[in-house]
């Protein structure tokens, strides 16, 4: 991946995972929109090819954000940090400056780089990053708080830096941030009957399903979109990745996919 | 009609109802759809209740004219045993009703599509358990919708119309559609709706240029010229005796062009005579040459720059030709430029119009199988102007019964600064007038002469998108009072 994203000239760049029904985010700065929208046709082209491969199919969803009025503007830096967070957040009148200032403002209390981006859809979006997960979330609580009334909704995406193998040195505390226990909600959609084989550590709780004991087809005992849930304890962010993964890679046969939901309170 | 005959066309217009059915029940679940979602994202999604219940009129109408001709058994048209109560006894009275479906079918689409892009940002909240269903590159285009409906609303409020344009003929919303042929790519276009009503739409191409916006005021130009009738649309009537008067004055000018005038070439294959006989080829000059004279009454000398701009640049001299729209514009272009430079003191600096003529002049000279040169596109376009300020000279009313004299397009050098200052620097300006900002994002791009100069097009677009200045703020409330009457 990271050799895709040089050939094709982009140098500053966040690869990461992400948690939600989308697999990867790919984050990377261009000077201008036609160079960044040219940059994107080539980068999807090459994952497409390399993901055909494994029979795997691509389905990119593209965000252009323009950073508008901000102090932050130099934030290339900020894109080293090991959590990212996309909050898309609809405003209700289109006042930019208030929202900048509450932004930049948040950004200099907490010492979290958070940036506003300037978007061509109804939704704008707030960019933020830090060493861990806990400074993520520090913001977006001040930002919610802070914004009330000013959005009408609001939707975050975490991701987790992704350009080497991940390991326990990821999402670390910081001095200003005390370590918590993270939970997750992960909800499995079966492509085919038959007991799950889950990951020895971290499930806090599994709800299994009908299907499990049957030979039947899953969907035949689905009531919803998904057919199990499971919910999981672990001290990083990067253990609940390795955790679905464990899932997922020992379930090949049986599992469509999975989504997993961070839980925002503890 | 021989039974035969009588037979197959029943057998015609049952088609057309299973047609027309399925259309009626699409236009219902739509509307079911547009007013549950425009509660989130109004005004991405405007309210449109008037559009609405012009569609529904114009179902109820189609299906009373089914209804007249069938046995209907559950809703469903039944064979007759004896084609009596069958009254179709002329083809012309088929395809009226075809066109009928035809129309309301092509509208659809439209609704379709324009509830299509303007609801891709549905996705977003749904980040975390849905796969984008969106074709379109980026998330949403929404402020470039909402844009071009603010843009839309600003210029067609400055139109005095009997019936108030606003409520009984624009319909309420912009799309931006894929083009079909190669005349389609630039510009806006506007198309005749069901019932009256008048839907503008624009290249798909198009949406990302702030300039094409401008072009909007020329299709307003062309709404404001026509009236509703009752089953069809008729002309405006001061603007049918002015438009008489017009034609037969410019006749008998250009008649007298070969003879007397001398600049005239003789050579360059533009018959004048010829071109002033075929009277419907006139007619269409002229009601173009208006709809540019009130779109600049109402959007400023810049929307015939913008005009001018639309001429494509593929059409380099190796094409040997340009394209027949491309000659309209210039010859149009020339039109009115006789016209506003005489009011040179309401429209500001004309240089750089001239300037952009003169270049397209020189264009036009470079092509071998062109039909007018030069000095005959220059003749014309005098001709025709000046006829049309003699006309303004007798009936002094004459644009004034166009376009609202307080609300024409004005602007001093203090507010351009200002505009053109805060553009630059990326402050968004929603405070100030649309066309003020759409003026001066033109003029600051044409005077930029590196990339740093140019206004910033994040801060432009919202300023459009989110414009609170007390104007669109009073359509805007005058607008929703009307839909809830």
């Known amino acids: 991946m990271s050799e895709s994203l040089a050939l094709g000239g982009v140098n500053e760049y966040f690869y990461g995972i992400t948690f939600g029904k989308y697999d990867f985010v790919i984050e990377f700065f261009s000077s201008s929109m036609a160079v960044a929208s040219g940059l994107v046709q080539k980068l999807t082209t090459k994952i497409g090819k390399h993901l055909k491969r494994k029979k795997v199919e691509l389905c990119i969803s593209l965000v252009f954000g323009v950073d508008v009025l901000s102090r932050n503007s130099n934030c290339t830096d900020s894109i080293y940090d090991k959590v990212r967070a996309y909050v898309f957040f609809q405003p209700k009148e289109g006042d930019l400056s208030k929202i900048v200032q509450t932004v930049d403002r948040i950004s200099e209390d907490t010492r979290v780089h958070a940036q506003f981006d300037w978007t061509n859809s109804i939704y704008k979006l707030l960019v933020i990053s830090s060493p861990c997960y806990e400074g993520v979330v520090e913001v977006l609580e001040t930002f919610r708080s802070a914004m009330q009334g000013i959005y009408k909704t609001t939707s975050t995406c975490v991701a987790l830096d992704f350009k080497e193998e991940l390991d326990d040195g990821y999402d670390t505390p910081s001095d200003l941030h005390k370590h918590r226990q993270k939970f997750a909600i992960v909800y499995i959609r079966r492509q085919k009957s038959g007991k799950l084989i889950l990951p020895k550590t971290g499930v806090l709780k599994y709800f299994r399903d009908k299907s499990e004991s049957k030979s039947t087809d899953a969907m035949i005992c689905r009531l919803g979109g998904y057919d199990n849930v499971l919910i999981l304890k672990r001290k990083r962010l990067g253990n609940i990745i390795k955790t679905v993964d464990r899932l997922r890679t020992r379930n090949v046969e049986r599992i469509s996919h999975t989504a997993t939901i961070l839980l925002y309170e503890w | ?485």
């Open chain 2, 1 to 485: 009609m021989s039974y035969a005959a009588k037979v197959s066309m029943w057998e015609s217009v049952r088609r057309l109802w299973t047609r027309f059915y399925g259309l009626a029940e699409d236009l219902r679940l739509l509307k079911d759809r547009w007013m549950y979602h425009a509660r989130d994202l109004e005004p991405a999604l405007p309210r449109i209740n008037s559009t609405f219940e012009t569609l529904e009129k114009a179902i109820m109408k189609i299906d009373r004219d089914f209804l007249r001709l069938f046995n209907f058994v559950r809703g469903i048209p039944i064979y007759p045993i004896n084609l009596d109560g069958f009254r179709i006894d002329e083809p012309a009275q088929y395809l009226e009703l075809e066109e009928s479906v035809s129309n309301l079918e092509a509208y659809t689409g439209l609704l379709k599509l324009a509830f299509q892009q303007r609801t891709v940002s549905l996705e977003i909240p749904k980040i975390t358990s849905g796969y984008p269903h969106s074709p379109e590159r980026t998330v949403g285009n929404e402020l470039v919708y909402i844009g071009a409906d603010n843009v839309t609303m600003t210029f067609a409020d400055t139109i005095t119309h009997p019936s108030g344009i606003l409520q009984s003929q624009w319909d309420g919303f912009v799309t931006f559609v894929p083009p079909i042929t190669d005349e389609l790519r630039y510009g806006a276009f506007c198309k005749k709706g069901p019932y009256g009503s008048y839907h503008i739409y624009m290249p798909e191409g198009a949406k990302y240029s702030i300039t094409s916006y401008l072009l909007i005021a020329h299709e307003v130009g062309h709404i404001s010229l026509l009236k509703p009738g009752r089953n069809k649309w008729h002309l405006r009537n001061e603007y049918e005796n002015s438009k008489r008067i017009l034609i037969k004055e410019v006749s008998r000018k250009i008649a007298n062009v070969k003879s007397l005038n001398p600049q005239y070439c003789g050579e360059c294959g533009f018959d004048f005579v010829n071109m002033v006989e075929d009277n419907s080829s006139l007619q269409n000059q002229i009601d173009e040459a208006f709809a540019d004279i009130i779109g600049v009454r109402i959007g400023g000398i810049k929307t015939l720059e913008a005009l001018l701009d639309s001429i494509p640049l593929s059409e380099t001299p190796e094409h040997k030709s340009l394209s027949t729209k491309s000659f309209e514009i210039i010859m149009r272009a020339n039109i009115v430029y006789k016209y506003v430079s005489t009011h040179h003191d309401r429209y500001g600096d004309l240089a750089f119009l001239r300037k952009r003529l003169t270049s397209l002049g020189e264009i036009l000279k470079r092509y071998s199988q062109t039909k007018i040169c030069l000095s005959c596109a220059k003749i014309y376009g005098k001709e025709i102007g000046e006829a049309i300020l003699a006309l303004e000279k007798e009936n002094t009313g004459l644009f004034a019964s166009f376009v609202d004299p307080k609300k024409e397009f004005a602007i001093n050098s203090e507010e351009e600064t200002r505009i053109i200052c805060s553009l630059k620097d990326c402050i968004p300006c929603q405070h100030e007038n649309i066309c003020h900002i759409l003026h001066c994002w033109m003029l600051a791009s044409q005077k930029a002469k590196e990339h740093k100069e140019r206004p910033s097009y994040p801060a432009t677009l919202h300023s459009l998108a989110y414009n609170t200045s007390t104007r669109l703020r009073s359509i805007k409330e005058n607008r929703s009072v009307d839909s809830i009457e």
